[in-house]
């Protein structure tokens, strides 16, 4: 497998979460979404992801691009360690949870989104993370265990430990987050989420390195 990644990409680490804690061995060609006006731009990288985002995962002859899809996918082939609990109402919890901060939180605070905003990205970030974060501390006090959905990691968990890297990039207030602050201690304890972490990827310019 190829995965095209960025060091700082939450969608990216979400996916290098996943084939860490599957144990899929890849090649990382680095993707720098700043550098050259952003590399994703380029006609090569368009013709492996007309949204010209990362990450994209070259596997099984396919190439696929949208990180819950790139883990679905994974989830499917490589059932174990499973990321999707066997209990349909569970099951349903973890893909509620990712969705609120794939399609809540994250989009609402991305690159393309802040160079748009212009000047008052840093406080259009945090109002956006920190709504996001006052309805995910609701739903996580009434589904959380040691991890988002009970206690074995999943789905969710992989959306969580990124978009909280992101808030504390923004300087959010995590005071009013103590159980999303909680899970995301106990995540960045696993080695899955050490080795996948922006601060030790390839590309992580030094002065960023862990």
Not at 8 to 27: E, M, N, T
Not at 39 to 54: C, D, H, I, R, T
Not at 165 to 192: C, H, Q, S, W
Request: proline share 7%.
């Amino acid at each position: 497998p190829i995965l095209y990644s960025y060091f700082r990409s939450s969608c990216s680490w979400r996916v290098r979460i996943a084939l860490a804690l599957k144990g899929i061995s890849y090649d990382l060609v680095p993707v720098n979404l700043v550098k050259d006006g952003g590399q994703q731009f380029s006609a090569e990288f368009k013709a492996l992801n007309p949204m010209q985002q990362v990450p994209a995962l070259k596997i099984d002859g396919i190439t696929l691009s949208q990180s819950l899809a790139i883990i679905h996918y994974l989830e499917e082939t490589r059932p174990n360690p499973r990321l999707l609990p066997q209990d349909p109402k569970k099951r349903a919890q973890v893909r509620m949870i990712a969705d609120h901060i794939v399609s809540g939180i994250q989009p609402l605070q991305n690159l393309g989104v802040l160079k748009q905003v212009g000047e008052k990205k840093t406080e259009w970030a945090q109002n956006y993370i920190a709504s996001g974060f006052q309805a995910l501390e609701q739903i996580l006090q009434h589904t959380a265990g040691r991890y988002c959905v009970g206690d074995e990691v999943s789905m969710a968990d992989l959306c969580l430990a990124p978009q909280v890297a992101n808030a504390e990039r923004f300087k959010v207030d995590m005071g009013p987050y103590p159980t999303i602050t909680r899970i995301n201690k106990a995540l960045l304890e696993l080695e899955a989420f050490k080795v996948s972490h922006p601060s030790r990827q390839p590309d992580t310019p030094a002065e960023l390195r862990a």
